[in-house]
């Protein structure tokens, strides 16, 4: 079997394409969503990533603020713009890029975030309110992964998913995603990490493998069935002195072997990475339109 590749950028295209009425609806309303972007420090990576926002927020006509801080700045200091883009009218969304620096707590600053103003899902109001399957913001990762699945009629009702990773950002909510009772949902749910013994084992009962464990090549072809459907989340670095860059991007698969086995396969980049933007798009226009109802 050859896998079909799913094209994230397709998707995330026809995301953002299905948000322009809506953002007219507010802009008639006289309600432009905004979005702002706390960036901290000089990480090469953070500052592309918040660029790719902001871009994202102009093609789309929403309005955005990118607040960039030395690597020296002190907690209460990020605190205080916190506060004040809680209070800040024109601001429908508040995103803190990770990683902060480490001399400050940034589940702390999380807390300090309005959950209505949470359009990376991270607050645990938000959090919470996902977990028992009620209304919120959801975090954009998985979220953009379940919405990858759907546009592809790929439905993981009843289906064996195994989740590698565990982080607080994709492994935990998407699995928690999944195994939810309801529409694109309804999975079995195994997740497996660092510390699983037999991860081949495991990977290999996957009708549909989500690896977001951050390390290249983890997912070789042998720890897939075939015929799984093989999302990758892993945005890795790795060294290539032929790139223009220096470094080329890969994800947490083996892409070449597994898209021999699997049906279906996200390419890195161009896979899920373009989702999470989307999906950060479609946060920020809903919590500006949940902003109308109050
Ligand atoms: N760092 C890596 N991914 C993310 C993300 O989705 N949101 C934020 N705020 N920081 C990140």
Request: aromatic share 2%.
């Amino acid at each position: 079997m050859t896998a079909l590749i799913i094209d994230g950028k397709l998707v995330a295209a026809a995301i953002k394409e299905s948000l322009k009425p809506r953002i007219a609806s507010l802009k008639a309303k006289g309600v432009v969503p905004g979005l702002a972007a706390v960036l901290v420090g000089d990480d090469p990576a953070s500052a592309t990533y918040v660029g790719a926002k902001a871009k994202a927020c102009e093609d789309l006509g929403l309005y955005s603020e990118v607040i960039r801080q030395p690597k020296e700045l002190i907690e209460p200091a990020l605190a205080s713009i916190i506060h004040g883009l809680n209070a800040n009218k024109k601001i429908h969304g508040i995103l803190v890029q990770s990683p902060l620096p480490k001399h400050i707590d940034e589940e702390a600053m999380t807390l300090l975030i309005d959950p209505a103003k949470d359009v990376d899902g991270f607050h645990p109001f938000n959090v919470g309110m996902m977990l028992i399957g009620k209304p919120g913001l959801l975090p954009c990762t998985p979220h953009g992964i379940i919405k990858l699945l759907e546009h592809y009629r790929i439905d993981p009702d009843g289906k064996e998913v195994v989740v590698v990773g565990r982080s607080n950002i994709v492994g935990k909510p998407v699995a928690a995603m999944l195994m939810q009772k309801g529409k694109m949902a309804n999975a079995t749910v195994t997740v497996a990490h660092s510390r699983s013994k037999n991860l081949s084992e495991i990977t290999r009962r996957a009708d549909i493998l989500i690896a977001a464990i951050g390390r290249p090549n983890t997912i070789t072809g042998d720890m897939i069935k075939s015929g799984a459907v093989v999302i990758d989340v892993g945005v890795n670095r790795v060294e290539n002195p032929t790139a223009k860059k220096g470094y080329s991007l890969v994800g947490d698969v083996d892409f070449a072997a597994c898209a021999e086995k699997a049906s279906f396969i996200t390419p890195v980049p161009g896979g899920v990475g373009p989702m999470t933007i989307a999906m950060l798009m479609s946060n920020t226009v809903t919590a500006a339109e949940k902003s109308t109802e109050k």
